[in-house]
């Protein structure tokens, strides 16, 4: 996964301009960052990655309560 090619996105509730959570879709691994320090970053499989949105958006970490 090479930096130079990715499109890093804001999370949505982000309304800080320094500390948010960024992330950039590769062909195979999906890259996750915070935005205060860009050159450190984690990398999920993409399945993997669409599994644990699935299961944000589901409210699986917040015991039922999806908002």
């Not at 590769?26 to 450190?40: A, F």
């Amino acid at each position: 996964m090479s930096s130079d090619r990715l499109t890093w996105r804001r999370a949505r509730r982000c309304v800080s301009e320094d500390n948010c959570v960024e992330v950039a879709d590769g062909d195979q691994l999906v890259g996750v960052r915070n935005s205060q320090l860009p050159g450190v970053r984690l990398e999920f499989p993409v399945a993997a990655w669409g599994a644990f949105v699935a299961a944000v958006r589901s409210g699986h970490f917040d015991g039922g309560r999806a908002s």
